[in-house]
């Protein structure tokens, strides 16, 4: 019915039977068709004021988002634990490994990334055998029996070597190397627990950044 009144009170203003002072409808709005721009920007305004707010929060939330998710710094090197190697360590690891990795991506800040492996217990090792199959990490740390284990289980079922051969590095063949022997682990003071440490081969840029990082955990160059 509202409506039915407005039509007829606007047709009463055409028509000249009432002033345009009378035609205000009972909410107390003037229900005159705006005639200017300035009115009609009003009138928009007025009635869209609720999308525009919603709008500018969503933005707001989209610029949220983007920095916190895909503005931030990206690792220079990523690293997956097949260890199963405590919060308090990985965070040490990735504090001071960072002081021997080069700013590959030239961001002015040098980040490593550790992800760790959880097992499954009733599918077991799904994470890590995933990251294997379809992950970019370009380093996989962990003792030397699960090193071994994962190099000889991607071996048997693809006839590809998992990891690359450090031998230029340490001076034997073997694509493990222990950190405890190198010289970042013994300026970290890494005794006892055992972390080996190898790179994914891909036969790419990835790879030789990686082993450009491994052979300074090696040798002790550093960017401090």
Same mark, same amino acid.
């Given at each position: !019915? ?30 005159? #068709? ?6 009609? *920007?009003?009138?928009? #305004?007025? =009635? ?19 920095? *916190? ?10 690293? =997956? ?5 405590? !919060? ?40 890590? =055998? ?26 048997? *079922? ?16 073997? =694509? ?11 300026? $970290? ?8 440490? *190898? ?10 950044? $990686? ?14």
């Amino acid at each position: !019915m509202s409506q039915d009144n407005d039509k007829r009170e606007l047709l009463k203003l055409r028509q000249g039977i009432i002033d345009k002072s009378d035609a205000i409808d009972e909410t107390g709005y003037d229900v005159n #068709m705006p005639s200017t721009a300035g009115e009609k *920007a009003k009138n928009w #305004m007025w =009635y869209h004021t609720g999308l525009i707010v919603l709008a500018v929060l969503l933005i707001g939330v989209g610029i949220v988002i983007y920095f *916190a998710f895909f503005a931030g710094s990206k690792p220079d090197m990523t690293i =997956y634990s097949a260890g199963n190697y405590t !919060m308090t360590m990985r965070t040490m690891l990735e504090n001071t490994m960072k002081n021997y990795c080069p700013d590959f991506d030239s961001d002015g800040e040098t980040v490593i990334g550790i992800e760790q492996s959880v097992k499954d217990e009733m599918l077991g090792n799904t994470d890590l =055998y995933e990251e294997v199959m379809n992950g970019h990490s370009q380093i996989f740390i962990g003792t030397k029996e699960q090193l071994t284990a994962l190099y000889d289980d991607v071996k048997s *079922a693809t006839g590809e070597a998992l990891f690359a051969d450090l031998g230029t590095f340490t001076g034997t063949d073997g =694509y493990a190397v222990d950190i405890r022997e190198t010289s970042f682990g013994k300026n $970290a003071q890494i005794f006892s627990t055992e972390i080996f440490i *190898a790179v994914r081969r891909t036969d790419d840029e990835s790879q030789r950044h $990686a082993e450009e990082f491994v052979g300074n955990l090696i040798s002790g160059k550093n960017y401090i």
